[in-house]
């Protein structure tokens, strides 16, 4: 079976910065293959390539066997985006951005509203219908922007991190939404720098830093680099970090990770029984805890032990991330007050 993305040697620089640089992906039909990383790592700018947005520097990119540079017309037919900012426009209804979007990709107004009841029905938004969309939720026009992608039902969609912004209640609505789609039939290109939205939803993942890919399996995979089991230590005080460090080295082999917004150490292992040859010599240095439970390690801590640092600490530093439709920054709207009688 030909896989829904193939990608070798991808890069892509803004000047003297590689945000890009040298990533191989392989996304098999049917999954929700997950790209994880930090603000800057890569993931958009990645997308957008594979999207034809922008154009691939060096190496190979394929999806569904149509290589991008090549037959890009092709590859935007078999492929649906949603992109970090939403595309709808505010000043029109749900069902008028739907009807718009249709007949911008060719399909006749009569289709075109058939369509857009059946889209509004499926993402729960039938109801809202005939609302503007300058008075729905978050959750609402994420769901409405999903929507808009799915309208020539493709086998393809990438997802840049789809849930930025969102209450809790509402990212686990948009989960459920995301499952849905894979059961349809969809595969899922899915962008996130929040691990436990990868946890939760991809069958494998692919971590990226730098520009990098750095590690790829799935999450309990990735899980078992770090070890069988975690021991979770919260320091008493802060001051005692740098020694509650060096004596955890002292006892294990694997290497301990740091949470300093928390002062938690979490500390690989390969069987529960080394949590007491920790305790015992952190008790004998003096080191004062708080409290101590042991756990199956995290995505948290996979993503701290491979690249050093949280999925959270960089800053974009690449130009040209923003999708079509959004900038980095704003609300992602449109004025397309000029064309709304196509829509209609």
Do not use: C
Not at 179 to 200: F, N, P, W
Not at 272 to 299: M, S
């Amino acid at each position: 079976m030909t896989n829904a993305v193939d990608v070798t040697g991808l890069v892509k620089a803004f000047g003297d910065v590689r945000a890009v640089n040298g990533i191989d992906l392989e996304v098999r039909q049917g999954e929700i293959f997950g790209v994880l990383g930090p603000n800057g790592a890569g993931k958009t700018t990645t997308l957008r390539m594979l999207a034809t947005l922008l154009p691939i520097d060096e190496g190979e990119a394929r999806i569904f066997g149509v290589d991008v540079r090549r037959e890009p017309h092709r590859v935007r037919q078999i492929l649906g985006v949603t992109g970090q900012y939403a595309s709808v426009d505010e000043n029109l209804t749900a069902a008028e951005n739907l009807r718009l979007f249709a007949r911008l990709q060719g399909i006749s107004r009569r289709q075109a509203r058939t369509i857009a009841m059946e889209l509004l029905d499926q993402f729960g938004l039938a109801d809202a219908a005939d609302r503007l969309v300058s008075k729905f939720s978050g959750g609402m026009r994420r769901r409405l922007d999903l929507a808009a992608s799915m309208i020539t039902r493709p086998p393809l969609i990438f997802l840049d991190e789809p849930t930025t912004g969102l209450d809790p209640r509402t990212r686990g609505q948009m989960w459920d939404t995301i499952r849905s789609l894979v059961v349809q039939g969809s595969t899922i290109l899915l962008t996130t720098q929040y691990l436990d939205e990868a946890d939760q939803l991809a069958d494998r993942i692919a971590v990226i830093d730098h520009g990098r890919k750095v590690a790829e399996g799935t999450p309990e995979e990735l899980k078992a680099q770090v070890g069988s089991s975690t021991l979770q230590v919260t320091l008493a005080h802060s001051d005692d970090r740098d020694l509650a460090m060096a004596v955890v080295r002292g006892v294990l082999a694997g290497e301990p990770t740091l949470s300093p917004e928390s002062g938690r150490i979490a500390v690989p292992m390969t069987t529960a029984d080394d949590a007491a040859d920790v305790l015992i010599a952190l008790r004998k240095a003096g080191v004062g805890i708080q409290a101590v439970n042991v756990d199956r390690p995290t995505l948290d801590e996979v993503f701290l032990a491979i690249t050093g640092h949280g999925a959270e600490e960089r800053a974009d530093t690449a130009a040209g991330t923003g999708w079509p439709g959004g900038t980095n920054g704003d609300n992602g709207t449109n004025d397309t007050s000029g064309v709304l009688e196509v829509a209609r």
